[in-house]
């Protein structure tokens, strides 16, 4: 069982519309959060962090469930450069290397 | 340009040649890490270092594959004997600080092993 596991996708949305992403991990340790987004042959960029208490950056909302072990990311009101995919990164005290999720993919139509 | 830095951005290679990547991290920061990517998946970790000290390494790290960081500034990633399974994109990344903070790319090295 890989450590961060994604929906790969795709997401396919119109213009306008809420997506929501959820990502789930199976180290309990796990204490940073993180979703990153990558274009295509493109290095992945911090989207943003992801608090105990979820956090809201614009559009975008993450909210962190520990008791459950996921991690889910908003996005409200698509716009077509949302389109990308949404990596779910997580890290442990025990670790200090970010481990990654394979990626869900966000493709949003006129 | 402050951001990290990686060369050379493609490398293509015959099989059983080695190659050499390098990697400048931002200046102040003293966490270096380097990842692999395949089409379709997430960063793989491969190694990390601390300033100089190379504190973590992958299992997926074999015997032909090695990274320095002789005076904690750049890096380098040697792959020794390539083979076709080699052939992605490794990506470095830099931080600052102890605890784990946020993780800047460089634009990675492609390597295509024919």
């Known amino acids: 069982r890989k450590e961060v596991e994604q929906d790969p996708g795709p997401f396919n949305v119109p213009e306008g519309a809420t997506v929501a992403f959820n990502c789930t991990y199976s180290?309990?340790?796990?204490?940073?959060f993180f979703w990153y987004r990558q274009d295509c042959r493109k290095e992945p960029k911090l989207l943003m962090s992801?608090?105990?208490s979820g956090n809201e950056d614009g559009r975008f909302t993450a909210q962190l469930n520990r008791a459950s072990q996921y991690i889910s990311l908003l996005i409200r009101d698509s716009k077509l450069s949302d389109s990308a995919t949404y990596l779910c990164v997580v890290s442990h005290t025990g670790r200090r290397a970010l481990t990654f999720g394979s990626g869900t993919r966000l493709q949003v139509q006129p | 340009d402050t951001g990290v830095s990686q060369n050379p951005r493609h490398k293509i290679t015959k099989r059983g040649q080695n190659v050499t990547f390098r990697c400048d991290p931002i200046?102040?920061?003293?966490?270096l890490y380097w990842y692999r990517q395949t089409l379709g998946q997430g960063p793989e970790f491969l190694t990390y270092f601390q300033n100089e000290a190379q504190l973590e390494k992958s299992r997926l790290l074999s015997d032909r594959f090695s990274a320095e960081r002789p005076k904690g500034s750049f890096s380098t990633l040697e792959i020794q004997r390539t083979e076709q399974g080699d052939s992605a994109m490794y990506l470095c990344a830099s931080s600052k600080g102890d605890r784990n903070t946020e993780a800047f790319f460089g634009q990675g090295t492609r390597l295509t092993v024919v």
């Open positions: 180290n309990s340790a796990s204490q940073s």
């Open positions: 992801v608090y105990s």
């Open positions: 200046s102040e920061h003293n966490r």
